[in-house]
């Protein structure tokens, strides 16, 4: 079974996109020419980007300004600098804060149908922009090309499902129980969206909120991470750009670049009613918190400690395939990466040999080069992660069967895909390290497994393998898995847009993209209509 076609089958079907290998081999690095050629970096030109001089990271709802620190984006493929960006200020955000108020309104007031215009507007801008966008995310996160690729996809998709479900936003009647009255149900704009994005999937994750929001009738001020500056700049650059086009009022969207300071502005402004926070349990659970004691609303997409679960009954080849796609995909930084798997201890002895030799096969090395499936991670920090996390589950009784190293003949932030057989009680199982490393664990029994992968603080995905009907529907049911996405045959990560994508418990309870998500971004309303000439009260109630 060839890892190469794993990825290649899991990255086609998730997203449209292929990875090439050229030649084979044992755990290497890749040696075939780069996708992207000539210049370094030709993509930052075609994106309105610079490498000489710094950008301007704040789009204040009128021009671009910025005026704080500089920020060097840098590759983790070898720490150079991309380019660099210039930081946003207390002013500047105050800047973004005065134009958006003075855009709500305006927006709000536009039929629904034609804001779904402007997103599919920026959806085709996306296409036309996928080469260049892919490039330097792929360059500025770390991530695969064609992961990158399927990134850009993915808000393409969200943008296409947003203009069908602009003219779907529905409400509802509901029956009075007084003669002659009407009770109407309905949804309207929150108002201002505080959207504050992660640097795993900086466009995919902006692209949930902003296209359905947008059709929702909400302007918005947007912080991406301040690793991933560049990539933020571009997309809103495009936004900008449609939004012009239609002689829209450019406040709808704006854009801030910078650290900590500027989400705790976000967090902590009461003109902001709605914030939708992407990051770590603890940051979201200290942002909710602020929020919620301002009587501010929250969409919380956090943490994920995922876990597989392969019966003795399931299909082992699809199972391999899925398990390394979820473990070694995007160096294990997604939050829905397969983190934890519970092998059936009638199966284990045959599959464990089998995923350390899919292990071994994997290419490592730059993104940027056709057949490369694992790319580094993102901050030499994580890198640090990843070899605390290896040690502690070694002191915790763990046992490495796969990887465990850094790849120090690189000047990136590479590691390898690491396998670690470990008891399931061992502490580390209840953490998410956000690296490649699997913790594999034997189970007996169904409801053995059910409860281990419920016993974690985070719900967001899970994924079990069976052929057997039985476990299917005790796996879905109330009593199986507590996480937000319950998968069967097919592994934790790769959700479509079209279902609610979130998580229950730690992960906080968000739902994004698909089903009725859109609610979340709206405010509710329950009008009662009397067309009668009385005035009769509910529940009989006789009052002179």
Not at 467 to 472: E, K, L, P, Y
Request: proline fraction near 5%; charged fraction near 20%; charge should be neutral.
């Amino acid at each position: 079974l060839s890892v190469n076609s794993v990825f290649n089958e899991m990255l086609s079907r998730r997203c449209g996109v292929s990875v090439q290998r050229s030649g084979r081999g044992k755990r290497m690095f890749s040696t075939t020419r780069r996708i992207l050629d000539s210049d370094r970096y030709p993509f930052l030109a075609k994106l309105g980007l610079s490498a000489e001089v710094p950008n301007l990271g704040c789009w204040n709802g009128k021009e671009w300004v910025g005026s704080g620190p500089i920020i060097e984006s840098t590759n983790p493929y070898d720490n150079t600098v991309i380019g660099s960006v210039r930081a946003s200020t207390a002013e500047e955000y105050e800047q973004c804060m005065t134009n958006v108020k003075a855009a709500e309104k305006t927006w709000a007031a536009m039929p629904a149908p034609a804001r779904g215009s402007i997103v599919r507007q920026i959806g085709e801008e996306l296409r036309k922009n996928m080469e260049p966008l892919a490039g330097l995310l792929t360059s500025e996160m770390g991530k695969i090309l064609p992961e990158a690729k399927g990134e850009i996809q993915e808000y393409i998709d969200v943008c296409d499902y947003a203009t069908g479900l602009c003219r779907a936003l529905t409400g509802g009647v509901i029956p009075s129980e007084r003669p002659q009255h009407a009770l109407l149900e309905f949804y309207h704009p929150m108002g201002v969206l505080g959207l504050i994005t992660a640097f795993n999937f900086p466009v995919a994750v902006g692209g949930w909120n902003t296209a359905i929001s947008m059709i929702c009738g909400n302007v918005q001020i947007c912080k991406g991470a301040p690793t991933t500056p560049l990539v933020n700049i571009a997309v809103q650059k495009i936004i900008v750009d449609v939004l012009q086009r239609n002689n829209v009022p450019t406040g709808v969207a704006t854009l801030v670049t910078g650290g900590k300071d500027l989400g705790e502005m976000i967090v902590d402004d009461p003109r902001i009613p709605l914030v939708s926070f992407t990051g770590s349990c603890p940051a979201g659970g200290a942002a909710s918190a602020k929020v919620a004691a301002r009587f501010g609303k929250s969409i919380l997409e956090l943490g994920g400690n995922n876990a597989m679960i392969v019966m003795p009954d399931a299909d082992m080849e699809l199972a391999l395939r899925s398990v390394v796609f979820g473990a070694v995909g995007t160096a294990g930084q997604r939050c829905t990466t397969t983190r934890r798997l519970y092998l059936h201890s009638s199966v284990y002895d045959e599959f464990v040999p089998r995923m350390q030799k899919m292990y071994g096969q994997v290419p490592i090395g730059d993104p940027l080069q056709q057949g490369t499936l694992l790319g580094p991670l993102h901050t030499k920090e994580a890198v640090q992660a990843f070899l605390n996390g290896v040690e502690t589950a070694k002191k915790q009784g763990g046992e490495v069967l796969f990887g465990g190293k850094q790849l120090t003949d690189k000047a990136g932030n590479f590691v390898e895909p690491t396998i670690i057989a470990i008891n399931a009680d061992a502490p580390i199982v209840q953490e998410e390290i956000f690296v490649p490393t699997i913790y594999v664990m034997k189970f007996d029994n169904l409801e053995e497994v059910i409860e281990r992968n419920n016993a974690v603080p985070q719900g967001l995905t899970s994924s079990l393998f069976t052929r057997d009907m039985r476990n299917v529907f005790k796996w879905t049911s109330a009593v199986g898995s507590d996480c937000g996405i319950v998968n069967v045959n097919c592994g934790t990560s790769g959700a479509e847009i079209g279902g609610a994508f979130g998580g229950n418990k730690a992960t906080g309870w968000g739902r994004e993209s698909g089903s009725d998500s859109w609610k979340q971004y709206c405010r509710r309303g329950t009008a009662t209509i009397n067309y009668s000439n009385d005035l009769p009260l509910a529940q009989g109630i006789d009052f002179v």
